[in-house]
Structures are given as structure tokens and as C-alpha cells.
């Protein structure tokens, strides 16, 4: 086997385990993005938001940006984020990692107007204050959607990746090219 192509080779027991991380954390990211509710069952902004539920939301939303930061810094500095596939699946978690980023203080600027919500006197400024929380609200909520998505992207240029694995068989992976066989010396002094 031709050692520049095995060296392309990401582990495929490394690449599995990758594809179960990014796809658990693809379905909390998407699960986040679910749960996390502001609107009421009519579709409104209630009249007082519970700022302790909705700065839960920001606090959820850190903690799965510090594991999509955790898993990409992980891969960035693992020897086969350099390689094609692997520099694929790493601008896939660089992406993720950014949009997870961003959701958290979006979250939590849902939280701080509903603080203020209470306290405005002018319908017009309630109304204007309530659709601030509903843009930063779903703008978060698309962060963490838009994260699960490359995360997405990712396990898929893995999926690729285990395919390529199909053309060499195990052995081939494991073993480094044997030096050729040396000649016996035929001449004669």
C-alpha cells in the first residue's frame, strides 16, 4: 500500500468513536434548541418570563459550547486533523464550536429584558422589549441549531472517510510498507 495514502488514514476505531461523540453531541445541541421555550402556549411572550428559566437556557447553552470547544481543541491537536479528512472535520467543528459560542449570551439577553419586562410602564416599549426576546431567543435557538448542523457535516466527511477505509484491508492499516527484499551479492571479486 502506498505509505502517503495510509498516512490519510484516520484510525477507524478513532473514527467511530468520533462519529458517536459528534452524533451525541449533535442530538443534545438539537434537543437545547428544542426545549428551550419562550413563547407561551398561545404563542405570546408571557406577561412575566421567569428570568431563572430562561437564563437556565444560557447556562445549558455554555455548557454543551464547552464540550463542542473541548471535542474541537481535542481533534485539533490530534496528529490526523492535518490530514485531507481530517482538516474536513475540523473546519466542520471550527464552525460548530463558533456558532455554539454565540447562543449562550443571546440566551442570556432573553434573560436580562425579562427582568425588564415587569418594569416598562408603555405598552409600545413592553411590545418592543417583548420582540427583542423573541429575536434573541430564536437567534440563539438557530446558533444551536446551526452548531448541530456542522457537527452534522462532520460525522459526515467521517462517514466518508470510514468508506475510504473499506479499500484497504486491516492489515494494510496496521503495518508500515516493508522495506523490499535486498539482493544476495552476485558478484565476484
Given at each position: 500500500?502506498?505509505?502517503?495514502?495510509?498516512?490519510?488514514?484516520?484510525?477507524?476505531?478513532?473514527?467511530?468513536?468520533?462519529?458517536?461523540?459528534?452524533?451525541?453531541?449533535?442530538?443534545?445541541?438539537?434537543?437545547?434548541?428544542?426545549?428551550?421555550?419562550?413563547?407561551?402556549?398561545?404563542?405570546?411572550?408571557?406577561?412575566?418570563?421567569?428570568?431563572?428559566?430562561?437564563?437556565q437556557h444560557a447556562v445549558g447553552a455554555q455548557a454543551l459550547s464547552r464540550d463542542v470547544l473541548h471535542l474541537?481543541?481535542?481533534?485539533a491537536r490530534s496528529t490526523y486533523s492535518t490530514n485531507r479528512a481530517g482538516s474536513a472535520v475540523l473546519a466542520?467543528?471550527?464552525?460548530?464550536?463558533?456558532?455554539?459560542?454565540?447562543?449562550?449570551?443571546?440566551?442570556?439577553?432573553?434573560?436580562?429584558?425579562?427582568?425588564?419586562?415587569?418594569?416598562?410602564?408603555?405598552?409600545?416599549?413592553?411590545?418592543?422589549?417583548?420582540?427583542?426576546?423573541?429575536?434573541?431567543?430564536?437567534?440563539?435557538?438557530?446558533?444551536?441549531?446551526?452548531?448541530?448542523?456542522?457537527?452534522?457535516?462532520?460525522?459526515?466527511?467521517?462517514?466518508?472517510?470510514?468508506?475510504?477505509?473499506?479499500?484497504?484491508?486491516?492489515?494494510?492499516?496496521?503495518?508500515?510498507?516493508?522495506?523490499?527484499?535486498?539482493?544476495?551479492?552476485?558478484?565476484?571479486?
Amino acid at each position: 500500500m502506498n505509505f502517503d495514502v495510509q498516512r490519510e488514514l484516520i484510525p477507524r476505531n478513532t473514527t467511530l468513536h468520533l462519529l458517536d461523540t459528534l452524533n451525541a453531541m449533535k442530538t443534545k445541541l438539537l434537543a437545547a434548541a428544542e426545549q428551550s421555550q419562550l413563547l407561551d402556549e398561545t404563542g405570546h411572550v408571557p406577561s412575566a418570563p421567569s428570568y431563572a428559566d430562561l437564563l437556565q437556557h444560557a447556562v445549558g447553552a455554555q455548557a454543551l459550547s464547552r464540550d463542542v470547544l473541548h471535542l474541537t481543541s481535542d481533534f485539533a491537536r490530534s496528529t490526523y486533523s492535518t490530514n485531507r479528512a481530517g482538516s474536513a472535520v475540523l473546519a466542520h467543528l471550527a464552525t460548530a464550536a463558533a456558532m455554539s459560542t454565540h447562543a449562550a449570551p443571546y440566551f442570556a439577553e432573553t434573560a436580562e429584558s425579562a427582568l425588564a419586562l415587569p418594569r416598562t410602564s408603555s405598552e409600545t416599549a413592553r411590545e418592543h422589549l417583548g420582540n427583542r426576546m423573541v429575536i434573541d431567543h430564536a437567534t440563539a435557538r438557530a446558533y444551536l441549531r446551526r452548531a448541530a448542523e456542522s457537527l452534522r457535516n462532520a460525522s459526515n466527511e467521517l462517514d466518508a472517510h470510514l468508506d475510504f477505509h473499506r479499500f484497504f484491508p486491516a492489515s494494510a492499516r496496521q503495518k508500515t510498507p516493508a522495506a523490499p527484499p535486498t539482493r544476495p551479492n552476485t558478484r565476484r571479486h
